[in-house]
């Protein structure tokens, strides 16, 4: 119960294109899903985050879609660029609290 | 410091030796998390830090592993009698309070392979 499920492990997309990471969670207690972009040899950034009582949360062109009854959110990266290539990470929270759950992780790569 | 910042950046060992990974939090930050991250999976929890209270350490796999925080300052992690199975990336977060875990700050990582 206390997983995040993320999909999927590995993508290609376009220059230009939209990239779609999902992620899954069971624990209806969490109620803060920030997501992760990892680069290599770095930790991870915080990219951008929302709380369940918004559907969607948009920032530049990065949006995070969420649907509450089935327990799942989703990243869009809106016209994909080389330099957004990547490893994303979901994770999930009861808010107020330290411990995230994180997700498997989704490694980006975005063709120029 | 500009960021956090964790040493050594590698480390190579042999099986069954001690190692020490080191994490310097942005200074003012009193909170401080130690998270594995072995190849292809999320990070998991390892111990977490906040000010002068007694560390959780729900997130520790076995007692090869321990760590220390003096104050609010630096921290250690140090896994006794390595394994093949540590081998991972070990990172360290920071953050201005715990109640705000939109603000963890993590390091570059300490790269540890165990032969």
């Known amino acids: 119960q206390q997983q995040v499920k993320q999909s999927p492990q590995s993508l290609i997309v376009q220059k230009g294109g939209i990239s779609i990471i999902n992620c899954a969670y069971e624990?209806?207690?969490?109620?803060?899903f920030p997501w992760y972009q990892q680069f290599p040899g770095k930790g991870p950034a915080l990219l951008i985050a929302i709380r369940p009582d918004v559907s969607e949360k948009k920032e530049g062109r990065f949006t995070i879609s969420f649907n509450k009854s089935a327990k799942q959110f989703s990243l869009h990266i809106m016209d994909s660029q080389p330099g957004d290539s990547a490893t994303y990470f979901c994770a999930a929270s009861n808010a107020g609290t330290y411990k995230y759950i994180f997700g498997t992780g989704t490694r980006l790569k975005v063709l120029a | 410091g500009a960021g956090v910042s964790q040493s050594p950046s590698n480390k190579v060992t042999e099986k069954g030796k001690d190692v020490e990974l080191r994490c310097d939090p942005i200074s003012g930050h009193t909170a401080l998390y130690w998270y594995r991250q072995r190849l292809g999976q999320g990070l998991e929890f390892l111990i977490y830090f906040q000010g002068n209270s007694a560390p959780d350490k729900s997130g520790l796999p076995s007692d090869r592993f321990s760590a220390e925080r003096t104050g609010e300052s630096v921290s250690t992690l140090t896994i006794q009698r390595t394994q093949q199975e540590d081998s991972a990336v070990y990172l360290c977060?920071?953050?201005?309070?715990?109640?705000?875990?939109?603000?963890?700050?993590f390091g570059p990582g300490t790269r540890l392979l165990v032969l």
């Open positions: 977060a920071s953050s201005l309070s715990a109640g705000r875990p939109e603000t963890q700050y």
């Open positions: 624990n209806t207690a969490f109620d803060y």
